[in-house]
């Protein structure tokens, strides 16, 4: 009878991490969500994608927050506020996805993950090559 009240509590003690680890779990994990979605988001974590405007991104080194608008495939645009560096490759990306809650007027970012093109898709290396040829005049 010992032996069985030995089992019934371990299997008791897991039952009792796993209910915990799934509810911690779920409490991290941040739905994608569209522009409309986040500012309508409680206050919740969400995670929104969207194609960053390079030309108007600004680190303010005073305040060490990185900001830049986000335009979504409607043509939608929000601003986002990041309290951090800009990331290394940001200004290579085609598409970011950001991690935060929308707050007083922006989207308050925690994280920034980028999507670089890459360069084995020739399509979005094309693209690449044509928005870094843009800037300059190519002689004959």
Request: net charge negative.
């Amino acid at each position: 009878m010992k032996g069985n009240l030995r089992v019934y509590l371990g299997v008791l003690v897991l039952v009792i991490f796993g209910a915990l680890a799934f509810l911690n779990f779920n409490k991290t994990v941040a739905p994608y969500v569209s522009f409309t979605e986040a500012r309508a988001a409680a206050g919740g974590a969400v995670q929104v994608a969207g194609f960053p405007h390079h030309r108007d991104a600004d680190f303010a080194a005073e305040k060490g927050v990185f900001t830049f608008p986000m335009e979504n495939e409607d043509g939608e645009v929000m601003q986002v506020a990041f309290r951090g560096v800009k990331p290394g490759n940001f200004d290579q990306a085609e598409k970011v996805v950001v991690i935060g809650r929308y707050q007083e007027g922006r989207f308050e970012a925690s994280q920034i993950l980028v999507k670089c093109p890459s360069k084995y898709d020739d399509q979005a290396s094309e693209r690449l090559m044509e928005s870094e040829g843009s800037g300059s005049s190519s002689g004959s």
